[in-house]
């Protein structure tokens, strides 16, 4: 199998030169393969968000590299697009990724950010909607309006509807009942099945994630102490 994504001895320090100066990731060696269900688990702080920023070319390296399908995703200002859309991040809070005045508006924004047509914008907003559970009705209402696990699928929506190779999820079950967690990991399992893509599932709580992903990365201070299968873990 190849490394679909992958950092190389990757640092990041925070506030750099100041006296707020914060070392997050030290030279962290990272990769996911092709069509593989991942999970990131690690303590509050441990620098799981900063990491997965970087898969999806949002934070620029301190030193060291990201490498997306084998490029550095900063090589030019085309990598560093062509990154962003392939690699879908849903933020650990998704109320970051609402701000238009309806849920559609919302799940559009990024197909219709990549140039797609409209045709093919509504397709996508429409198999996204229905992917993770929203109505039809859901679409024209205020994001503002739904509960915190419709936001969180409006979020996933968006991003889904990029189709990117690449599904990250930043504590993607936070704040839900048991219901809610089980119907999310399932509409998340039914994309990678359906686009055989990447997942990477980021959490601090080992239950949840353990039990779905084929392998586990523990990211503790910065670094990557041990990685196996969730039995090894
Ligand atoms: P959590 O489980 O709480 O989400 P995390 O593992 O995602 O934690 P990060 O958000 O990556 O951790 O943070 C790693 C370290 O970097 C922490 O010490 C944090 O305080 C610091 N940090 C994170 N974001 C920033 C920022 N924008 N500016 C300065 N320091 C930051
Ligand atoms: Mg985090």
């Known amino acids: 199998m190849n490394a679909i994504i992958e950092t190389k001895q990757l640092t990041h320090i925070y506030s750099a030169g100041t006296p707020f100066e914060r070392g997050a ?25 900063t990491l997965i920023q970087h898969l999806n ?6 030193s060291g590299q990201v490498l997306f399908q084998g490029q550095d995703v900063w090589a030019d200002p085309a990598r560093t697009r062509q990154t962003r859309f392939q690699v879908g991040l849903v933020f650990q809070y998704p109320e970051y990724q609402l701000f238009e005045e309806t849920v559609y508006k919302d799940i559009s924004f990024g197909p219709k950010n990549m140039g797609l047509d409209e045709k093919e914008v509504d397709r996508r907003v429409r198999e996204a909607a229905a992917f993770v559970g929203l109505r039809d009705d859901q679409l024209e209402k205020s994001p503002f309006e739904l509960s915190g696990g419709q936001k969180r699928r409006v979020a996933i929506a968006g991003v889904i509807a990029m189709e990117p190779k690449v599904l990250i999820l930043d504590e993607p079950t936070a704040g839900l009942d048991p219901v809610g967690v089980e119907s999310i990991l399932g509409n998340i399992r039914d994309y990678h099945r359906a686009h055989n893509a990447t997942v990477i599932l980021v959490s601090h709580s080992m239950e949840e994630v353990a039990r779905t ?9 910065g670094k990557i102490p041990f990685q196996g299968t969730p039995r090894q873990v």
């Open 213 to 221: 992903v084929d392998r586990l990365v523990v990211v503790n201070d």
């Open 57 to 62: 070319a949002l934070l620029k390296p301190t």
């Open 25 to 49: 990731l030290l030279e962290v060696d990272f990769s996911a393969m092709e069509g593989e269900y991942l999970g990131i688990i690690g303590h509050t702080g441990s620098g799981k968000s």
